[in-house]
């Protein structure tokens, strides 16, 4: 009696440290989707594909859950999130987050741009890097993900700008939460960096920039370089003080022959 007591204390021990162990070293969501995407690059026309972006899911499921599952059956190869999938970042809401994905778009990579609603120590270990880049040769398309969540543009994202620059595709994307303070946009807009930004993709061919943050849709044509705002993902619509239409929406990038459009589509 006493050997199987101590053999079934010695099982749980092992069972709680193994439980442990995997939870430490599950993949973040963003390495499970950067494995599903390689797998999708593989299979897509280099002629014709589409992906989706995406903001500001927080404290509305059920209506992210309609989002998400519209922007799904478009098929795109992956969905770019613009950051603030949930009010606090918590581990609890993290997981939630996740849950929802896996249930409602099972299947389709994901990736997220941080946003100022996260929880940067639960983010870094659940979602993902804070900022990263999705490329593909045979596309030929980059996009180009960075963190001014903290309402700037710091040194260390411009060196990583310039970087991933150098190398520029055909297609090139930027994505970052908190959009430019522009002569429309001037308020929850970010100031430092804004101007750097704007001289550095100056004449680079760049096809458009995504940003979130400000719940509804915009866009603006700077430099000849289309700015969008999707941040309408489930999160209180904003209905003054922002030029815009205040809607429930997702963009689809499409790229047919090497040329980007961008639709917005709008979810009752």
């Not at 190869?77 to 249930?103: N, W």
């Not at 309402?151 to 908190?178: N, P, S």
């Amino acid at each position: 009696m006493g050997r199987q007591k101590t053999l079934l204390t010695v099982l749980l021990l092992l069972t709680l440290v193994l439980s442990a162990f995997s939870h430490a070293g599950a993949a973040s969501l963003f390495e499970r989707s950067a494995a599903e995407l390689e797998t999708r690059l593989k299979k897509a026309s280099a002629d014709d594909y589409t992906f989706v972006v995406l903001g500001d899911s927080r404290d509305n499921d059920a209506v992210f859950r309609k989002v998400l599952a519209k922007a799904a059956a478009y098929q795109p190869l992956f969905i770019l999130h613009l950051g603030d999938y949930s009010s606090t970042g918590s581990i609890k809401a993290t997981e939630q987050f996740l849950s929802l994905l896996l249930k409602t778009a099972p299947g389709v990579p994901v990736f997220v741009v941080p946003g100022n609603h996260e929880n940067m120590e639960v983010f870094l270990n659940r979602i993902g890097p804070l900022h990263f880049t999705l490329e593909s040769k045979r596309l030929g398309l980059k996009v180009i993900a960075l963190d001014n969540s903290n309402y700037q543009l710091q040194k260390g994202e411009f060196d990583y700008l310039q970087e991933q620059l150098q190398g520029k595709l055909a297609t090139t994307f930027l994505a970052m939460h908190v959009p430019p303070k522009t002569s429309k946009w001037d308020w929850h807009t970010f100031s430092k960096g804004a101007a750097e930004l704007e001289k550095l993709i100056a004449g680079s061919g760049i096809d458009g920039i995504f940003f979130a943050h400000v719940h509804l849709y915009a866009r603006e044509e700077i430099n000849g370089i289309p700015h969008i705002i999707s941040g309408g993902a489930g999160a209180p619509l904003v209905r003054l003080r922002f030029p815009g239409e205040p809607v429930y929406h997702f963009v689809v990038v499409r790229v047919k022959r090497g040329k980007a459009s961008m639709e917005m589509v709008s979810v009752d």
